[in-house]
């Protein structure tokens, strides 16, 4: 096995650390990395219907929806594969948690993306994005505004809300 990146490799870590970076710092400019005509699919968790939409515009509004300057996504894992069906693709699997910032809850992901060369560079053609049931966590945090609430009052703006999350970052 060589020691050097495959062109996957390469294409993939650039994608996924300018992709989150780009979520976490500035989301309204996040459908940037999208083609114009695209596959952007989520689940309901509620409702479990899908919603899918088809277009550069459509994904903008559906992230301004969700408003994820709200969030902070953490990448734990990326894998990038060649697409076998057509040269200049890219598969990239992506796994991490989204953290609500007003009160740390976390919630486990996994988002699939297609990437294809477009001239010099690559972007999304389809994107899935499926929360991991039974992954949420609250992360213990000291926030100064829990110091003037009683104990009960702090530990239960620590609780998870995982329903309350999943509504808020539903797309249905």
């Known amino acids: 096995m060589s020691a050097e990146k495959t062109n996957e490799e390469i294409v993939t870590r650039g994608f996924v650390k300018q992709y989150y970076h780009t979520l976490n710092e500035s989301p309204q400019f996040l459908h940037m990395f999208y083609k114009d005509s695209c596959l952007f699919n989520r689940l309901g968790p509620l409702t479990h219907v ?72 690559f972007c999304v053609v389809n994107d899935i994005f499926r929360f991991k049931k039974g992954q949420t966590q609250t992360q213990t945090c000291f926030l100064t505004e829990t110091e003037s609430m009683s104990e009960p009052e702090r530990v239960a703006s620590r609780l998870p809300l995982p329903d309350e999350l999943i509504r808020e970052l539903s797309f249905t």
């Open 50 to 121: 899908k919603k899918t939409v088809w277009t550069r515009k459509d994904v903008k509004d559906e992230f301004l929806a969700v408003k994820f300057e709200d969030f902070t996504a953490e990448v734990e894992y990326s894998l990038g594969v060649p697409y076998p069906m057509e040269h200049g693709r890219i598969i990239v699997f992506v796994s991490g948690h989204l953290t609500r910032k007003k009160d740390n809850v976390r919630n486990k992901f996994s988002q699939t993306f297609l990437l294809a060369q477009q001239d010099n560079a």
